[in-house]
Every structure is written in structure tokens, then in C-alpha cells.
């Protein structure tokens, strides 16, 4: 049975309904996810290798202010089980105790110890390459709506890879980590397997119309047509802001932008984010302050604001677990697959739970399910298109090579699965010829050994 989400559709005629069941659930959430779309970045995308961190904060602070934010989305998650005790964990059968308990006890660490002043002070003291490393190992060198702006406040704790390498990257970062695993116990001999890890989640898509004038970049405008943004119901039907100050413009009576952020940072829940660097700046610009001159204070308030911590999974995937590719719709099919192989061994895995909605409530249904993956007879007549499997997107009009993530995945885990076959050879290769060494050696010191002992004897004959 395919997995259907409700994406809930919060723009100007239907948010008297919909935008307290937004406010309720960001208050609610244990962590919320948030990504912008953009009227543009001007030169802020030409930016690569070569320009310093400030030149970049500069062009972007200028963006800010010449461009505009589209639309929201927020998707808020909650564990699904009440809050208990961590020995709920502890007392799982230690054939998953190693892979379970210690997954959600290293992401609450990192919680309780998400030192984004620490960052603050590595961005003051002029090391800004760490605080935020916005350059890239394989940028294209035309421009491209593609933000390469992934944020780190801080590096991944040890064990966090292998953490996440099991779990699947499920973003198991709130404190109350420990009740959203569902056990089960064997009545037989009263022991207790983790099974999966229960996540409630609500997904909302918030239509914006910013009240003053703003540029919007042709590259960026035939990119999210490509991928169905419409521009007609945005005009029409956005939510309208007017960027400025939270405390000028903070309304509680009203349905507001601002009033929204400071929820969002009044819960003090980690904040996700994909490449949101230049998210967090145009949230910042348009609904808290204006942005200061310094990147050292806008650090600094960052570390105020977000008191749960700020987890870009870009960020990791390009920098902690690598991946092949890390744009957004490759690491959420891969994490899917992932998490199904889990499912299927009786691993721990994320089981995700939607919420019934009023029938009232503005919705889209979307199928989370993904199509069947090409088959490898199938994949040997398929041609990725090498742009779009690195970055997700290809500026070619008519390029005649495939654009389907699907593809790219079982691409990518087929080379996957040949390199670890000639690894495997090669380790093979390696003892058969050790042990080949091992055995001329073995003859060589028996020869040897013979010959001394005939050498004595014939001396001794002699004697």
C-alpha cells in the first residue's frame, strides 16, 4: 500500500483554519524542519573557491534585501510514544541495544552539547572557513540555482557516523529521544526488541507575498516552474509580510510571519534545515533584524536564537557520512530504501505516522511511496545525465539523458556494489598470495633444514 502525506496549504484564504494547526504543531514539535524557496540569489550562486567568506556574506546580505521569500515549508515531527524513561532503551535485547540505545543517547548528547557559541567564537577569532564552509569540492562553474550555502555549527561528535549510518540519518535529534522507540516484548522469555522508532509528522506549505518591491532572477523563476511552483497562486493568494523587525511587527491577534518565527524560536527544538545557510539569512533579514555588518554578530545571534541547535543535512551528507550526492531528492529516496532494507531485517527503523486532518483542512496528497526502481537489465540501457546525479538539476534544454533519481540511486549502488567485488577480489588475491609466500618459504626453510642436517651427519661420519 503506497505512503500518502497530507501537505496542508496555508495561504490567505485558508489560514484562518490552517494557521493554528500550524502554531500548534510547531509548539508541539520536538524538531521542525524548515526550507525556503527564493525569488533568487543574484551573486551570491557565482560565488565559488577564490572568494573570501565575508565577500559571500556580503552578496548575500545584499540578496536579502533585493530579493524575496516565496514560500515556506515547515514540517514539524513529534515522537510518537509519551515521554518515559531512558531504561525503556537500556532494557532492549542487546542484539539491538548496541545499535538502538546509543544512536539516540549520541544525537541527545549533541543536543545538550550543541556549542554553537563555540562556533561564534571560531567565526570571531577569524577562522570562518570552519564556522561556516561555504565552498565546495565540485561546484559547477556556470551559475545555478543550486545553493551552496550548507551551514555547520558544529562538528559531528565521534560515533555520530556510525550512529546514523544505522539508524538511516532519521534525524533523531530531540532530547526526548528515548520514547519514540516502539518496543515490543517476547512474552516467551520476557525479553524486549527495539522494533522502530515512531515519528508523528505534519507538513505544511506556507504561500508568502512579500509587500515591497523585489527582484526575481530569471534562472530561479524557470527552475521552480520546472518543479511546479505556482507563481499564479503565489501572486493571488500569498500570505502577504512586510520585511522588518519582530518586535515592530509581532501580532499575536493576526496571521503574521513573524509571529511564526518566534514560535519557531521560542520552543528552543533543534532546527533542520537542507542547505540553509542562506535560509537562516533571509528568516533572519526579513522577520528578526536587519543583518549586521559582522558575521561574528550574526553568529552570535544565531547562538541565541536557536537555543536546540541547527542540524543541515547537506552538511552531513557532504561532510560527516558522505555521500555520492547531496541534493535533497537523492538523500530522502536513499534514506527510504535504506530504511525499508531495515524494516525487512527486523532492524530498528523509522516508522512514520500522519495524523488525520479535518476534512475541511486545505491538503494535497502526496505519494511518499517511490515507483520500482529500474531493474540492472534495464539500467545497462539508461544514461544518467552526470549533472543532474551530481547537483539534482541540468541547465541543457533538450538533453537526451535520464533525470530520474530512481536511476541515479540504482547507478550509484551498482558501481557501489562492483567496487566492493574488486575489493573483495583483491583481499582474496592478496592472502592466496601471502599464502603462496608463506608456503615457499615453509619449503625453502625445510630445504634448508634437510641440507644442514645431511651437512652434520656426513661430518659426523667423517669424524
Not at 577562522?127 to 569540492?137: Q, W
Not at 537562516?280 to 541547535?309: H, Q
Not at 476534512?359 to 511518499?368: K, N, R, T, W
Amino acid at each position: 500500500m503506497a505512503e500518502v502525506l497530507a501537505l496542508v496549504d496555508v495561504d490567505s484564504e485558508s489560514a484562518p483554519e490552517t494557521w493554528p494547526l500550524l502554531l500548534e504543531a510547531v509548539r508541539n514539535a520536538h524538531f521542525t524542519a524548515l526550507d525556503l524557496e527564493l525569488s533568487g540569489l543574484g551573486d551570491v550562486i557565482g560565488r565559488g573557491k577564490g572568494h573570501t567568506i565575508h565577500t559571500r556574506y556580503s552578496d548575500a546580505c545584499e540578496a536579502v534585501k533585493t530579493r524575496a521569500m516565496l514560500s515556506l515549508g515547515v514540517a514539524c515531527y513529534r515522537w510518537k510514544q509519551p515521554l518515559e524513561s531512558r531504561e525503556r532503551v537500556q532494557n532492549t535485547n542487546s542484539q539491538y541495544a548496541n545499535h538502538t540505545a546509543e544512536p539516540f543517547a549520541t544525537t541527545t548528547r549533541l543536543m545538550r552539547e550543541s556549542h554553537t557559541p563555540t562556533v561564534t567564537e571560531t567565526a570571531l577569532e577569524g577562522n570562518d572557513t570552519a564556522a561556516v564552509p561555504l565552498e565546495r569540492s565540485d561546484t559547477l562553474e556556470e551559475t545555478t540555482p543550486e545553493r551552496d550555502d550548507a551551514l555547520v555549527l558544529e562538528e559531528t561528535a565521534p560515533g555520530l557516523e556510525e550512529s546514523a549510518r544505522e539508524i538511516n540519518a532519521t534525524l533523531a535529534l530531540g532530547k526526548e529521544a528515548g520514547p519514540g522507540i516502539a518496543v515490543l516484548e517476547d512474552s516467551a522469555h520476557g525479553e524486549k526488541d527495539v522494533v522502530s522508532v515512531g515519528v508523528e509528522v505534519k507538513v505544511f506549505n506556507v504561500w508568502l507575498m512579500c509587500q515591497r518591491p523585489y527582484t526575481i532572477d530569471p534562472s530561479s523563476a524557470h527552475f521552480l516552474v520546472q518543479h511546479g511552483f505556482d507563481f499564479n497562486r503565489q501572486f493571488a493568494r500569498g500570505i502577504p509580510y512586510t520585511p522588518g523587525p519582530m518586535e515592530v511587527q509581532r501580532d499575536e491577534k493576526r496571521v503574521c510571519l513573524h509571529h511564526l518565527l518566534a514560535t519557531i524560536l521560542a520552543v528552543g527544538k533543534p532546527l533542520v534545515v537542507h542547505n540553509g545557510w542562506i535560509d537562516l539569512l533571509f528568516l533572519y533579514g526579513n522577520l528578526y533584524s536587519p543583518l549586521p555588518p559582522s558575521l561574528g554578530t550574526l553568529m552570535a545571534d544565531f547562538s541565541e536564537m536557536f537555543v536546540g541547535g541547527v542540524y543541515d543535512t547537506k552538511a552531513i551528507a557532504q561532510y560527516q557520512i558522505p555521500q555520492e550526492a547531496t541534493f535533497l531528492e537523492y538523500l530522502f529516496r536513499k534514506c527510504q530504501r535504506d530504511n525499508e532494507v531495515l524494516t525487512s531485517r527486523g532492524s530498528p527503523n523509522i516508522k512514520l505516522h500522519h495524523p488525520s486532518l479535518p476534512s475541511s483542512v486545505q491538503m494535497e496528497s502526496v505519494v511518499l511511496s517511490p515507483p520500482p526502481s529500474p531493474s540492472l537489465e534495464e539500467l545497462a540501457d539508461i544514461t544518467v545525465c552526470e549533472n543532474f546525479s551530481r547537483y539534482g538539476f541540468c541547465h541543457k534544454a533538450n538533453c537526451l539523458h535520464s533525470h530520474n533519481v530512481l536511476s541515479v540511486l540504482a547507478h550509484h549502488e551498482h558501481q557501489l556494489r562492483i567496487r566492493e567485488m574488486r575489493r573483495k577480489r583483491k583481499r582474496k588475491d592478496e592472502k592466496r598470495q601471502a599464502g603462496m609466500s608463506n608456503g615457499e618459504e615453509c619449503a625453502r626453510s625445510a630445504k634448508q633444514h634437510c641440507s644442514s642436517d645431511s651437512t652434520s651427519t656426513a661430518t659426523h661420519r667423517a669424524d
